[in-house]
């Protein structure tokens, strides 16, 4: 075995490495830099192969890969769309169109995977505005944040919550009751922030549209994926293990006469499974570093000081590391405490919320970015913070006064 300081070494140059996005000077994306990372553990010996193999969660990749098939499907229908041509359609002034965008960025987050929704949303925001002459950042701001407040709702909104979810074996109904409310005051916040901080530009006005999107909806496949949405839901409420209720569903969607399987592969984020797996390995060899150096017992100790302590912490670690990283660091800490329940959903809750402090604090922030960039749209580090620093304090404040209140 290797020293536990060696260990600590090559787990902490993989999570920098990740936080980064890159490393300098060599083309590898988070995805390379967690499988080079995990094979440095069992090359070092950190772990051995074996250990390494156990410490994959295969529950969370079969219900990433579930979410990801599903939600190719309905993007391939034209979902995606269809919501934001409603949205236009019902958003008279530039007030109630914000808060149109933040209603289905949020809503749809706690339904599927929050980082889809803004890869979904973010060009048909950039359409509406541009037609309608309307300053592109506070649309764009509202997808970002409104995705990530809406996806602390469910266990399947974000991978972070997927992973409390596989780590505590808290139901699907009991997660969305506590969390739910805050979700949902959540995206109020994150509307009357926005709606404050550009209130010049978001006047009331009516609004002069240039032009309406067609839009091409396929209708059988529509239904088809929103069946499978409601065979998932259905499945969630009674009980079934959400990885199997997620292949379910997925399931019902590969069965098809009409519809080449390659192009919903093709649109399956299989990097973000590659990422997941060597995370894993990784961070199982961090968490034998930190129990032989003390370190864990110092986590766990911080931890158990309570709900505002442990937030304090995974806010933190998040904008260190990373939300995903930052939770399968602490997640070992959390399963020691008295009241692990609280914890978790303390750990879900900060973590999540975390993302919207800085631009590059969560993956969807990033694609907003990155998609409106590809279209000729900036959306700067300084811009952002005007509204996301704020969005960040008040929804973590609500979010820890609420778990204190319910659980406390």
Not at 230 to 253: I, R, Y
Not at 261 to 270: G, H, K, L, M
Not at 354 to 380: D, F, H, P, Y
Request: proline share 4%; hydrophobic share 55%.
């Amino acid at each position: 075995m290797p020293s536990p300081i060696l260990t600590l070494l090559l787990g902490t140059a993989t999570l920098v490495g990740v936080a980064l996005g890159e490393i300098p000077r060599l083309r590898m994306n988070r995805a390379t830099i967690a499988v080079v990372g995990a094979t440095s553990m069992v090359l070092a010996g950190s772990l051995t192969l074996e250990q390494a193999y156990a410490a994959i969660d295969a529950d969370t990749l079969v219900l990433l890969f579930g979410m990801m098939v599903l939600n190719a499907n309905l993007r391939i229908a034209g979902f995606f769309e269809a919501v934001a041509t409603g949205a236009v359609g019902v958003g008279r002034s530039p007030l109630r169109l914000l808060a149109l965008t933040v209603a289905a960025s949020g809503l749809l987050s706690a339904i599927l995977l929050n980082d889809t929704v803004a890869l979904g949303m973010t060009p048909l925001v950039l359409e509406v505005v541009h037609a309608t002459g309307l300053p592109a950042a506070p649309f764009l701001i509202a997808v970002a944040t409104a995705a990530n407040v809406g996806s602390t709702a469910t266990i399947i909104g974000n991978p972070q919550n997927m992973l409390v979810g596989m780590a505590s074996g808290i139901p699907f109904g009991r997660f969305f009751y506590y969390l739910g409310p805050v979700a949902v005051l959540g995206c109020v916040i994150v509307w009357a922030v926005i709606a404050l901080v550009y209130r010049r530009a978001l006047h009331f006005r009516p609004l002069a549209w240039s032009h309406r999107a067609r839009v091409e909806v396929n209708e059988s496949l529509l239904r088809k994926s929103l069946i499978a949405t409601a065979v998932l839901a259905a499945a969630l409420l009674c009980g079934m293990p959400t990885a199997l209720a997620a292949l379910t569903a997925a399931s019902l969607l590969l069965v098809t006469r009409r519809h080449d399987p390659e192009r919903v592969f093709a649109e399956i984020d299989w990097s973000l499974l590659v990422f997941f797996a060597g995370l894993f390995v990784v961070t199982a060899g961090i968490d034998d570093g930190l129990r032989e150096t003390g370190v864990f017992e110092e986590l766990r100790h911080y931890a158990e000081s309570g709900v505002a302590g442990l937030a304090v912490l995974t806010v933190g670690l998040s904008n260190v590391v990373s939300n995903v990283p930052a939770v399968l660091l602490l997640r070992g800490p959390v399963e020691g405490l008295d009241d692990c329940d609280r914890g978790f959903l303390t750990l879900a809750m900060a973590s999540t919320l975390a993302g919207n402090l800085t631009l590059l604090g969560s993956v969807a922030n990033l694609i907003v970015a990155e998609v409106a960039r590809r279209r000729g749209q900036v959306l700067s580090f300084r811009e952002y913070l005007k509204a996301g620093v704020p969005i960040t304090l008040a929804t973590l404040a609500l979010g820890v006064a609420w778990i204190d209140w319910m659980l406390g």
